[in-house]
């Protein structure tokens, strides 16, 4: 049973124009989400994190959006860069503890100079 | 400060046999996570050291084990390998293993089972 979706596998976007991945999650115990780029050859980096009491997060150019009610959250990429292309990873816990993260299948975005 | 350093980077077995992966966290990171990641699935959890003893344990079979050392450094093992374990193998450290914490993910061991 996958508790955290990334139903969409793949994501082709201009350049300058915006990026929008999408989240869903099925465990009502999650309070904290998080989303992790990764390049070829290169482990997943940290790029954003949001907890429940939040409905939105923001750091430079990434904005995610959380919405409890639908248990869904989307990552806002403005302006798509081309070194944004790469894999997104969307990952949820519990904000306190220490219970391991869960992450989506990832979507892997190609952005188009 | 040096990142997570993984070694091999990659490994070719056959069925059957046993393999060992190395993970070295980053200086000072007390926690050590290890996911499998594959196309079909994405990332899965495997287990979390924390201290030298395993604190979380995913949805594996016992083939899977692993241990950290007091220097923090870790070791997975595999044994009898099977088709499916090939994948890219992932370890990730943290300062004390909290959901809140960030992880620093390692390049990864690229395993194949022929």
């Known amino acids: 049973d996958q508790q955290v979706k990334q139903n969409s596998p793949s994501l082709s976007v201009q350049e300058g124009r915006i990026s929008i991945l999408n989240c869903d999650y099925t465990?009502?115990?999650?309070?904290?989400f998080l989303w992790y780029k990764k390049y070829p050859a290169e482990g997943p980096t940290f790029l954003i994190s949001?907890?429940?009491?939040?409905d939105k997060n923001e750091d430079g150019r990434f904005t995610v959006f959380l919405n409890k009610s639908a248990k869904h959250l989307s990552l806002h990429i403005v302006p798509s860069q081309p070194g944004d292309s790469a894999v997104y990873f969307c990952a949820a816990s519990t904000f306190s503890g220490n219970t391991p993260l869960v992450f989506g299948k990832g979507t892997r975005l190609s952005v188009i100079a | 400060k040096a990142g997570v350093t993984q070694t091999p980077r990659y490994l070719i077995k056959t069925r059957g046999q046993q393999v060992t992966l190395s993970c070295s966290p980053i200086?000072?990171?007390?926690?050590v996570s290890w996911y499998q990641q594959t196309p079909g699935q994405g990332l899965q959890f495997l287990f979390e050291?924390?201290?030298?003893?395993?604190?979380n344990k995913g949805n594996f079979p016992g083939r899977f084990s692993g241990r950290q050392f007091s220097n923090s450094r870790s070791e997975m093992n595999v044994s009898t390998l099977e088709l499916g374990d090939s994948a890219l193998y992932l370890c990730a450290s943290s300062l004390e293993g909290l959901t809140n914490e960030k992880l620093f993910f390692g390049s990864g061991t690229q395993l194949s089972v022929l």
């Open positions: 465990n009502s115990m999650f309070d904290y």
């Open positions: 949001i907890s429940s009491i939040k």
């Open positions: 200086s000072g990171h007390r926690s």
């Open positions: 050291y924390f201290s030298e003893t395993q604190r």
